[in-house]
């Protein structure tokens, strides 16, 4: 088993609803150098902003470069649904917080096979569409954020994750009248806990005016040099005395290191992003399947 090392780089916002404390949103440029595409095409506009459009069947996605996966995150775009490019099936565009196409939470402005304008709020997880209705994964919804949006109109999108629960609101860009805000309060039900924030499209081209994001918790210059946590246990194929040296190879180029049981690693608490800045697996037999959740936090 090879060893893995995921990096994240602090930058961060703590958890609140947004009506409590200020996020610090930081502007994204909207040019064709800062972003990282997933089968999406876009161009910057003559008069600034920037053009989507899908390059195929599937979900696209468009991730700011300089922007992590977090689990207290928030993504708002100005957006405007251009044209409808899927006649047959479901277009939307819309924001996303987003760790792989499996697993996201995404609030957008959709149209569906009848032409029926509506707006989604809602979770994909290990896969699963709509997971948040699901037997296993339900969520409880406060509010109502869908409505009947008109095309070639402008709309703020804003998804939030804190403070154990994922927020989103849309508003008119003219005027500034909320259309609909709802949340779902995580609990203890498996759900997607952390994502980077990004736009997302499909069946449809978009023109995003604004995007910003915003991210709490340490923040740059708490440390005084970057923090690993190494996975240190009694585990099968686990070279304790390896670990070891691996850790002083680390303290050697800079990283403060503290080692973790897998109980520790496996604990939200204790293994966070605004404590450490990279999370390292040395080379075992086998680590506890749980600790994949853990990884894509550090993706």
Known sequence: MRKVLWCLLVTGWAAGAAERQAWPWREAALDTHGWHAVRMESAAEPGGGLALRPSGALNAFLLPREAR??????????????????????????????????????????????????????????????????????????????????????????????????????????GGRVCGSASYALGQTPAVRAGAPGLVARGASASVAAFRHAARGGGPGVRDRPAAALLDDALPGHDRAANARLAAALEGRGLAVTQLTADQALDPAALTAEAFDVLVVPQCDAVPVALAGAARRFA
Not at 97 to 114: C, I, K, R, S, T
Not at 136 to 163: C, H, I, M, Q
């Open 69 to 174: 996966q977090r689990p207290t995150v928030a993504a708002e775009a100005d957006l405007t649904v251009r044209e409808r490019l899927d006649r047959q099936g479901w277009s939307f565009a819309g924001v996303t917080l987003y760790q792989d196409d499996g697993n996201l939470w995404l609030l957008a402005l959709v149209e569906g096979p009848d032409g029926k304008r509506s707006v989604d709020f809602l979770e994909s997880r290990a896969g699963v569409w709509q997971a948040q209705n699901e037997p296993a994964t339900r969520l409880t919804r406060e509010g109502n954020v869908s409505f009947d949006w008109k095309p070639g109109a402008g709309y703020r999108l804003r998804l939030e994750l804190a403070d154990g629960r994922v927020s989103a609101q849309v508003s008119e860009l003219e």
